[in-house]
C-alpha cells in the first residue's frame, strides 16, 4: 500500500515500486521474520499443515516466501492473499502463477468476505503504517475475528537511524518516485514496540506479543482466545 491516491501512477510505476519492495524486504529480513513467528506458532501441529490470509499482499512476495518454505519443509499449506487494488492483484497474479498453493482476492481489510475462524492465521506486513491508530485496532479485531489460531502483524520500528538508512538506499538503488517517497515515510509514520502494544491492548481480542526483529522491524503476534 501506498501513501499516493491510486489514480496518480501507472500501473507500470507501481509495479516497478513493488519491485522495489519486494527486493528491500528479501535483503531486510520481513519474510525471515513472519516465517520466524508463524512456525513459532505452528510448532505444536507442525506436521498437520495450515491456511494462511495475507491482508495487503502487495504482489505477494510474503505468500511466495511462505509457499516455498513450506515445500522445503514438506507442510501442507493453502495461502489466501488480498489486496484492496485491483491493480496490486493482476501484479501478483502473474508471479504466483507457480504456486497454486496461493489463491488471490480483492477485499478490504476491514470487511474481509470470509467467515469467522476461516484460517489459522492471518499476516499483515508493513502495511499498519499507513492507518491511523483507531483503524489498526479494528483491523486487530477483524483479524482475531477470521484466525483460529493467531496473527502476525509485521512493521517498522521509528528511528532515526532507519530513516535516513532508507533515505540513502531509495536514492542509491532506485529511480521510481513511488519507492523514493514512501520508503523514508513509512518509518517516520511507523511505531515504537510500546505504541504497537497499546493497539493491540486496545482491540482486546488475543494474548499477544511485541518483539524487535533485525533491521527496525516490529513484530506483533497475537494468539486468538
Same mark, same amino acid.
Given at each position: 500500500m501506498l501513501d499516493l491516491p491510486h489514480d496518480s501512477y501507472a500501473r507500470d510505476e507501481l509495479e516497478g515500486a513493488h519491485n522495489d519492495l519486494a527486493l528491500v524486504n528479501s535483503y531486510l529480513g520481513n519474510g525471515r521474520a513472519v516465517l520466524k513467528h508463524l512456525a513459532a506458532m505452528n510448532a505444536e501441529t507442525a506436521d498437520e499443515g495450515f491456511t494462511v490470509l495475507d491482508v495487503a499482499t502487495g504482489t505477494a512476495d510474503i505468500p511466495i516466501t511462505i509457499a516455498k518454505?513450506?515445500?522445503?519443509?514438506? *507442510? &501442507?499449506?493453502?495461502?489466501?492473499?488480498?489486496?484492496?487494488?485491483?491493480? +496490486?492483484?493482476? *501484479? +501478483? &497474479?502473474?508471479?504466483?502463477?507457480? !504456486?497454486?498453493?496461493?489463491?488471490?482476492?480483492?477485499?478490504?481489510?476491514? +470487511? %474481509?468476505?470470509? +467467515?469467522?475462524? =476461516?484460517?489459522? !492465521?492471518?499476516?499483515? /506486513?508493513k502495511t499498519a503504517h499507513h492507518f491511523t491508530d483507531e483503524k489498526v485496532s479494528r483491523m486487530i479485531k477483524e483479524f482475531s475475528r477470521v484466525a483460529r489460531r493467531g496473527y502476525v502483524i509485521v512493521d517498522l520500528r521509528r528511528n532515526w537511524v532507519a530513516y535516513f538508512l532508507i533515505y540513502l538506499l531509495t536514492r542509491l538503488f532506485s529511480r521510481n518516485r %513511488?519507492?523514493? #517517497?514512501?520508503?523514508?515515510? #513509512?518509518?517516520?509514520? #511507523?511505531?515504537?514496540?510500546?505504541? %504497537?502494544?497499546?493497539?493491540? /491492548? =486496545? #482491540?482486546?481480542? /488475543?494474548?499477544?506479543?511485541? /518483539? =524487535?526483529?533485525?533491521?527496525?522491524?516490529?513484530?506483533l503476534a497475537g494468539r486468538v482466545v
Open positions: 518454505w513450506a515445500r522445503q519443509a514438506g *507442510i &501442507r499449506v493453502g495461502i489466501t492473499a488480498v489486496d484492496l487494488d485491483p491493480l +496490486a492483484i493482476n *501484479i +501478483a &497474479r502473474k508471479r504466483s502463477e507457480p !504456486y497454486p498453493e496461493i489463491t488471490l482476492a480483492v477485499a478490504d481489510g476491514f +470487511a %474481509l468476505p470470509f +467467515a469467522d475462524q =476461516r484460517f489459522d !492465521y492471518v499476516l499483515f /506486513s %513511488l519507492t523514493r #517517497s514512501d520508503g523514508p515515510l #513509512s518509518v517516520l509514520k #511507523s511505531f515504537t514496540p510500546g505504541e %504497537l502494544a497499546a493497539l493491540a /491492548s =486496545r #482491540s482486546g481480542t /488475543s494474548i499477544f506479543t511485541v /518483539s =524487535r526483529e533485525p533491521f527496525w522491524l516490529l513484530v
